[in-house]
């Protein structure tokens, strides 16, 4: 059993040497002596009255509780009364500072009670201990060690305590769990008028380890009160204010996509607060806390929230074009498709064809195949790659997007409309369109049964659509030329130049409401295609003057227009706009 008690601490009374004095001088000396005396004997009765008292010494506490002036009966059934309430305060420090030796003046920063802890408390014996500890020493010190013991004296209760330790680990980690918090870093979000701002905090971590085994009874201070350490956490982020304006005052972003991730981007706000206000009333905010900040707010059109349900959900323009020539030609449209099949464009991006698919060349796996060089179709590394491009422009056209960049080819392409072609050419032509929606688009490409099939993918938030329609201005007709060729037999002829008709036309496109209400009509882009020459190749033997001129049909003066393939197109009313006097055709897409 742990004792502790108040010792009497004495000193050896030094007497001076008394020399007899005769006459008048032994008066003093008598009385002097009477007085020690007396005082003598009432000390030994203090003495006796201290060992034979049946109460216990005033001021003598027992976990917390004082019993002083109690006999031992009272003393036990005081305790057993209150024991099932009685709690073990527990008052915290920072276990980076020194540990504080609290006084425990105030209130605990938390408690458990005895019974949580499944304690078991020999009470008879822990009173008895208590008054044999102030009580016992020599006789002589007893009234010193009675009158002493008149201020606090306490008594602890390990050796008579016994604690559950399953129910002491339960209670400790219930203590450690509702004691112990994560920092809060700064941070914000945006109103329609303000912003709402986090106050940083610092966090505190209990070890629940540390903490069981302090909740020990040997561990008890003779108050009832335990100190017990923590660890403080930093928050990972603080920000000032001017921090949090530089942040939000930038430009405005709707939310995104990040293919990369496969994940949403965050939309950007803009705001303009007062920094030195905003600094001032984070400073006299508590820790933790949320204060509103005034300020001047522009909101994106499109949240993250907003954006997640409906990314990429409607289809907004799709163009199919047939492939057509040689296996190296097909090929070579295959891979740049491939190229920019996936390619996704956040609100304001701008696509450019010959960044994205790179340079055409043999490393790379394309082709020789048929392209145009100067007026003459030769066999080129990469030729058909302008067949994936223009199926790309018309598919933006169908989806009402801004075309930044396009050039038409120098004759009429066979595998799409008139003008609804767009020409590259790496170092010098190219595609480029911009995504002006405010949502993200994503480019799918595919080839299937013969076809190549470009769509773009994003929100149509009304469900209008586009038509596109062209008007031909003007033709030019090829003419036909002969040309001798001693390498070939007396009559023979052979085609060395394809011919081609030339055109000028102009396309307009025509955005209509989801109910088919005409919204506009506006001029997209003229485009002039050149004509080319019907070349024949004939013997010599055949004496005649080349022939050239307009090819017409037997017994008739009006020219054969070539019309390209309309790949599905059928004829329709002149434009809306620019309508010229004698339009030769105009064609509307397919929706």
Not at 172 to 196: H, K, M, P, R
Not at 252 to 259: L, M
Not at 261 to 273: C, K, L, N, R, Y
Not at 405 to 423: F, K, N, Q, W
Request: glycine fraction near 8%; charge should be negative; hydrophobic fraction near 35%.
């Amino acid at each position: 059993m742990e004792q502790i008690a108040n010792e009497a601490v004495g000193k050896k009374a030094g007497g001076s040497r008394l020399q007899k004095k005769h006459g008048a001088g032994s008066a003093p000396l008598i009385a002097l002596g009477l007085t020690a005396a007396i005082m003598g004997g009432a000390y030994v009765g203090l003495c006796a009255y201290a060992n034979s008292n049946a109460a216990i010494w005033k001021n003598t506490y027992i976990l917390g509780q004082d019993i002083g002036g109690l006999t031992a009966e009272q003393a036990v059934q005081k305790l057993e009364a209150v024991l099932p309430e009685m709690e073990v305060g527990l008052y915290f420090y920072d276990s980076a500072t020194e540990h504080p030796y609290s006084d425990h003046s105030g209130e605990p920063d938390a408690s458990v009670s005895l019974a949580d802890l499944g304690a078991e408390i020999d009470v008879p014996a822990l009173v008895a201990g208590a008054e044999q500890a102030v009580k016992s020493g020599p006789f002589l010190t007893a009234g010193w060690r009675y009158l002493s013991n008149m201020g606090n004296t306490y008594y602890g209760a390990a050796a008579n305590t016994r604690t559950d330790a399953d129910k002491t680990a339960k209670a400790a980690g219930q203590l450690a769990s509702e004691n112990s918090w994560s920092a809060v870093s700064t941070s914000y979000s945006v109103e329609e008028d303000a912003l709402l701002v986090q106050i940083p905090m610092d966090g505190r971590e209990l070890d629940q380890k540390t903490l069981q085994e302090r909740l020990e009874p040997k561990y008890w201070e003779m108050d009832l009160a335990l100190d017990i350490p923590y660890e403080t956490l930093p928050p990972e982020k603080t920000m000032t204010a001017r921090e949090i304006h530089d942040a939000v005052s930038g430009e405005v972003k709707n939310a995104g996509y990040d293919p990369e991730t496969d994940s949403i981007i965050p939309e950007q706000v803009g705001a303009d607060f007062s920094v030195a206000a905003a600094q001032s009333i984070m400073d006299d905010a508590e820790p933790g806390s949320t204060v509103r900040i005034p300020a001047e707010i522009q909101m994106p059109a499109v949240t993250a929230e907003e954006l997640e349900a409906v990314l990429f959900r409607d289809v907004l323009g799709e163009a199919r074009t047939k492939l057509t020539g040689t296996a190296a030609r097909t090929n070579n449209v295959r891979l740049a498709a491939a190229a920019f099949d996936g390619t996704v464009l956040n609100a304001g991006d701008v696509f450019s064809y010959n960044e994205t698919v790179g340079k055409r060349t043999a490393a790379s796996g394309y082709q020789m195949a048929p392209a145009y060089v100067q007026g003459e179709t030769v066999d080129v590394i990469g030729g058909g790659v302008c067949q994936p491009s223009s199926t790309l422009y018309l598919a933006c056209l169908r989806a009402n997007l801004e075309i930044t960049e396009r050039y038409a080819h120098r004759y009429v392409p066979s595998y799409i409309t008139m003008g609804m072609d767009a020409t590259v050419s790496w170092g010098t032509l190219d595609y480029k369109f911009t995504n002006n929606t405010a949502y993200p688009i994503k480019i799918a490409a595919f080839i299937d049964s013969g076809y190549l099939t470009v769509q773009l993918l994003g929100t149509n938030v009304d469900g209008s659509y586009v038509k596109m329609t062209y008007e031909t201005l003007s033709s030019t007709p090829f003419d036909v030329v002969y040309e001798d060729d001693p390498t070939l037999a007396p009559g023979e002829e052979v085609v060395k130049t394809t011919p081609y008709t030339g055109y000028r036309v102009k396309t307009y496109r025509h955005v209509y409401a989801a109910d088919g209400t005409l919204l506009s009509s506006t001029f997209e882009d003229t485009s002039d295609y050149k004509s080319r020459n019907r070349v024949i190749l004939r013997g010599p033997a055949e004496a005649s003057s080349p022939v050239t001129g307009p090819v017409t049909e037997p017994g008739s003066d009006t020219p054969v227009i070539t019309i390209p393939p309309d790949d599905g197109f059928t004829p329709v009313e002149p434009p809306i706009e620019d309508t010229p006097t004698n339009p030769v055709i105009v064609l509307l897409p397919e929706a």
